[in-house]
C-alpha cells in the first residue's frame, strides 16, 4: 500500500506558474505508474498528465499539453506537476494518484488508479 500527500496549491493570477508535489510513501515507488486528476465543483474528476513508473512515458490531456509538465524523482518518492500559463478554468482541487500493476506504462481513466491523495486546491483569478 501507498499513501499519497499533495502540496503546493494555492491562489494565482491568470497567466502565473504553480508547481505540486505529491509525495508517496509505503513502498518503492519506482513501481507505481502515477496520475495526475482535477476536479472541479460541479463536474466530474478529469485526467490532467499521468507518468510511468521509470519516468519514461507521459501522457496529457489534450488542454494541458504544452503548459503543463509531470516529472517524478524516484529517489525522493515524488511526483511533481508543474503548471504555467493558468487559466482560470484551470480552477479545480488536484488530486495524484498511484497503480502498481502496469506499472511501466501510462493510465489515463480514473478507474485505471487504486491510491488517492486528499486533493491540494488550485485557483486561477482573473
Known amino acids: 500500500q501507498v499513501q499519497l500527500a499533495e502540496s503546493g496549491g494555492g491562489l494565482v493570477r491568470a497567466g502565473g506558474s504553480l508547481r505540486l508535489s505529491c509525495a508517496a510513501s509505503?513502498?518503492?515507488?519506482?513501481?507505481?505508474?502515477m496520475g495526475w486528476f482535477r476536479q472541479a465543483p460541479g463536474k466530474e474528476r478529469e485526467f490532467v498528465a499521468a507518468?510511468?513508473?521509470?519516468?519514461?512515458?507521459?501522457s496529457y490531456a489534450d488542454s494541458m499539453k504544452g503548459r503543463f509538465t509531470i516529472s517524478r524523482d524516484n529517489s525522493n518518492g515524488t511526483v511533481y506537476l508543474q503548471m504555467n500559463t493558468l487559466k482560470p478554468e484551470d480552477t479545480a482541487v488536484y488530486y495524484c494518484?498511484?497503480?502498481?500493476?502496469?506499472?511501466?506504462?501510462?493510465?489515463?481513466?480514473?478507474?485505471?488508479?487504486?491510491?488517492w491523495g486528499q486533493g491540494t486546491q488550485v485557483t486561477v483569478s482573473s
Open positions: 494518484a498511484a497503480r502498481n500493476f502496469g506499472w511501466d506504462t501510462v493510465w489515463r481513466a480514473p478507474g485505471s488508479y487504486t491510491y
Open positions: 507518468i510511468s513508473g521509470s519516468g519514461s512515458s507521459t
Open positions: 509505503g513502498r518503492t515507488f519506482s513501481n507505481y505508474a
